[in-house]
């Protein structure tokens, strides 16, 4: 069994700046990796995600003030969220696996909750 462990969480107010944390195991790790989004009734949407080959692609949404990292030394990926917006309050999870665009195929922890009040 896959697990991928996600922590940093938490309430915030508008403005501020929460990192989030996934370990992933290392036998995975060589894939596709990201961090998910979802808002209650929208979709699940892929905020950040690191290509395999290095490169980097972020949703519209979060361009500028969100930053994905990895540490290839920890297996681990980040989440840098900074000027975090009410609309920014959702569920997240990270994931390794196959890219299709921002969506993957594969592996998913249990999600981390994030709330912003304006």
């Known amino acids: 069994q896959v697990h991928l462990v996600e922590s940093g969480g938490g309430s915030v107010e508008s403005g501020g700046s929460l990192r989030l944390s996934c370990v992933i195991p290392?036998?995975?790790?060589?894939?596709?990796l990201g961090w998910f989004q979802k808002i209650p009734g929208q979709l699940r949407e892929g905020v950040a995600v690191?290509?395999?080959?290095?490169?980097?692609e972020y949703a519209d949404s979060v361009k500028g003030r969100f930053t994905i990292s990895k540490d290839n030394t920890k297996s681990a990926i980040y989440l840098q969220m900074t000027d975090l917006k009410p609309e920014d309050t959702a569920q997240y999870t990270c994931?390794?696996?196959?890219?299709?665009?921002?969506?993957?195929?594969?592996?998913w922890g249990q999600g981390i909750q994030v709330n912003v009040s304006s």
């Open positions: 690191i290509y395999p080959d290095g490169i980097i």
């Open positions: 290392e036998n995975i790790f060589g894939l596709c």
């Open positions: 994931a390794a696996g196959y890219c299709s665009g921002r969506n993957i195929r594969g592996f």
